[in-house]
């Protein structure tokens, strides 16, 4: 009975071993292709000239990107504190606003054993623009180390002459610019010591320049005598834009506090660009005295 349902004529069997053999070709292959790798080049196949073009072309795409790029500033939080551009490292170079490729050119002129001997050297490195080397140019020190055989020598006398100098005070009567005096010439004044000279140029330096003498007092534990040795030259100060910056940029200038600088934050939120400072004058959080203190240092 069995047989019945599972006779096949002869051209049913040939079909179906042809069709086991055709599954069997398919499937031997499948496994011989898995086996069966593409030949990838190694490093020393690769065309050297046209690895030289890539890199050549990557340079040249970070050398035409515009320092006004949007991304750039949304990203980047500018900070301006005082840097050696012989030791200063790219991280340092980023903060201070200079674009990547900037960095890198400063980076790689010092490789090759290029110094920066004077501010001034600083101005000519490629891609600087005249504008931001006026924004650098109150924060560049350089080091000993670095200073022309000139200027080293007269920074830095014989020890003969450095012992006469080392106590010598400007006789009274003697009236020096408090915006533009550096330590050096601080220290000659009578109740400034090395200290003092520093903590005055510093603070000097977050304020972005003195614009009257009666500053100098709100430096802690400095007489009051010492006014009398000082006078204003109207140096150009620098100015912090108040639609520009968050509140930890805000903060860090002297006369803006945390709440000033979150009113200022909130308004431009709410209301936009701010114009001038007479529209914060609502708010509790500023004074009159604060805005005639802020005045010399905002823009808009």
């Known amino acids: 009975m069995w047989k019945d349902f599972f006779y096949f004529t ?15 070709l398919a499937l031997l292959v499948c496994w011989g292709l898995s086996f069966i790798q ?7 196949q690769i065309d050297e000239d046209t690895y030289e073009k890539f890199l050549a072309s990557v340079h040249q795409r970070d050398k035409n990107w515009n320092f006004n790029d949007y991304y750039f500033h949304k990203k980047q939080e500018i900070i301006l504190a005082p840097f050696d551009p012989n ?16 960095a890198r050119n400063i980076l790689h002129y010092r490789a090759k054993g290029g110094k920066f001997h004077t501010p001034e050297a600083f101005a000519k490195v490629y891609g600087l623009s005249p504008e931001q080397y006026k924004i650098l140019r109150p924060y560049i020190t350089i080091g000993y180390a670095f200073l022309k055989k000139a200027d080293s020598l007269h920074r830095f006398p014989p020890k003969a ?4 100098l080392k106590y010598y005070k400007y006789p009274m009567g003697t009236v020096i610019s408090l915006d533009q005096a550096d330590t050096t010439e601080l220290k000659k004044i009578p ?8 903590r005055i140029i510093a603070y000097r330096q977050l304020l972005g320049g003195f614009y009257k003498v009666n500053q100098l007092q709100e430096i802690s534990h400095l007489p009051t005598d010492l006014n009398k040795w000082f006078c204003i030259k109207k140096s150009p100060i620098h100015r912090i834009n108040l639609n520009k910056y968050n509140i930890e940029h805000l903060t860090s200038h002297p006369y803006i506090n945390f709440y000033q600088a979150k009113v200022i934050v909130e308004y431009r939120k709410k209301k936009g660009a701010l114009k001038s400072l007479k529209e914060l004058s609502l708010y509790e959080e ?7 203190r802020l005045a010399p240092y905002v823009c808009f």
């Open 87 to 102: 030791t200063a490292d790219s991280i340092t170079f980023v903060r201070l606003g200079l674009r990547p490729y900037i």
């Open 161 to 164: 002459e450095r012992d006469t």
């Open 10 to 24: 002869k051209a049913e069997r040939m079909g179906f071993y042809t069709l086991v053999v055709l599954i069997f």
């Open 191 to 198: 109740g400034i010591g090395s200290g003092t000279a520093k």
């Open 286 to 292: 500023f004074t009159s005295k604060d805005f005639e």
């Open 38 to 44: 593409p030949s990838l080049p190694t490093n020393a």
